[in-house]
């Protein structure tokens, strides 16, 4: 927004007004600039992270998500040889897993910086298997549940170690194959 200001004033007292609403247009313009700077940054911090789904089994996987607070809905149908890519912002709390049914599931349970700056994630096989998972984590970890006895995989409710932590950005790449 421009502003004109008309100032009636003589020689030396109309330049230094003039000079002053520069000098205070300058400070505007600086201040604007790192509001946005401020605001990239934050964005960039408080960003929230993609999941890959591939699928590398016979047929189609019907990919679910549950939220916490939200009822579960179907995302994709992945075909066999495809993948989906999903974005879960900062804040978000829930699981994946191909299918409805209630038991008898293999989940992807991940919680993106909900209360630190941590990103925790999990399989599950509390309820039951009923897909293989490998999770690639983006800091290197492998993680995976090719039975319903999965070592790398929750087996009970209060099996806290199998949790796992990542500080950053990156992509998480789960792959539905033997």
């Known amino acids: 927004m421009v502003v004109r200001t008309y100032i009636k004033a003589s020689g030396a007292q109309n330049k230094h007004k003039i ?3 520069y000098f205070t247009a300058i400070q505007q313009m600086a201040f604007v600039f790192r509001m946005a700077i401020l605001f990239i940054i934050s964005a960039v911090i408080a960003s929230g992270i993609t999941i890959e789904f591939h699928n590398g089994l016979g047929f ?3 990919l679910v998500v549950t939220q916490n607070h939200v009822a579960p809905r ?3 149908t992945i075909p066999t040889g495809q993948y989906f890519s999903y974005y879960c912002p900062q804040g978000f709390a829930g699981n994946f897993k191909h299918g409805w049914a209630g038991k008898g599931i293999t989940l992807f349970e991940i919680s993106v910086r909900t209360h630190d700056a941590t990103t925790y994630y999990d399989l599950s096989v509390i309820d039951g298997f009923n897909v293989p998972m ?3 984590a983006p800091d290197g970890t492998r993680i995976q549940a090719l039975h319903s ?3 790398d995989a ?4 209060t099996d806290d170690t199998k949790t796992h932590g990542l500080r950053g950005d990156g992509k998480f790449v789960v792959v539905f194959e033997w």
């Open 134 to 136: 490998k999770i690639y």
């Open 19 to 21: 000079a002053n609403l």
């Open 149 to 151: 006895r999965a070592p």
């Open 154 to 157: 929750y087996l009970y409710p």
């Open 74 to 76: 179907q995302i994709a």
């Open 60 to 62: 189609p996987i019907h």
